[in-house]
């Protein structure tokens, strides 16, 4: 039987389990999940309101649990009435009856951070050429474009130098 050689590269994620797995564990957020997923579970209008803090259950209990949201000032009306809806959507994300109460305080929710665009010039004809014969076997008209995209993005990353 052969061994995996130790030189292939390994998810960043394997390695970070063992130092943030403990944190998480001793907050209740069910290995950090429920931070990950946030605004999928919950969507972007909430999720850019509240963040979770912690999870605590009753004791000896796995289910009825207390959801600890730090939330802004201006948001924690819109949440009050939105409960219901976030403790539907959170227990259908975890896919048993985990919460049951909604715990807000006000807090400071740090914005999104978006990634700058910088403006793409136009390539030269013959990298333009040479990209559609690269991708020109892409049937996927989504993944086409983003394949053109990164290669016009390379062609000019390689162009500069």
């Not at 999870?55 to 949201?69: W, Y």
């Not at 990634?115 to 559609?132: R, Y």
Request: proline share 6%.
């Amino acid at each position: 039987m052969e061994y995996p050689s130790k030189n292939f590269p390994v998810r960043l994620g394997v390695h970070t389990q063992k130092i943030v797995k403990p944190i998480f564990k001793e907050r209740g957020l069910m290995e950090g999940r429920i931070i990950i997923h946030w605004s999928q579970i919950v969507g972007e209008k909430f999720s850019r309101l509240a963040l979770p803090e912690k999870i605590t259950f009753p004791r000896g209990k796995k289910t009825e649990g207390t959801l600890h949201l730090n939330v802004t000032s201006s948001g924690a009306l819109l949440l009050q009435y939105a409960q219901d809806l976030i403790l539907e959507q959170v227990n259908t994300y975890f896919g048993y009856k985990a919460l049951s109460t909604l715990r807000m305080t006000h807090g400071f929710i740090p914005p999104e951070e978006s990634v700058p665009s910088f403006p793409l010039s136009s390539i030269s004809p013959e990298d333009k050429q040479w990209l559609e014969s690269q991708i020109g076997g892409v049937h996927d008209s989504e993944l086409k474009e983003c394949l053109e995209k990164l290669g016009e993005a390379v062609c000019q990353c390689v162009g500069e130098e």
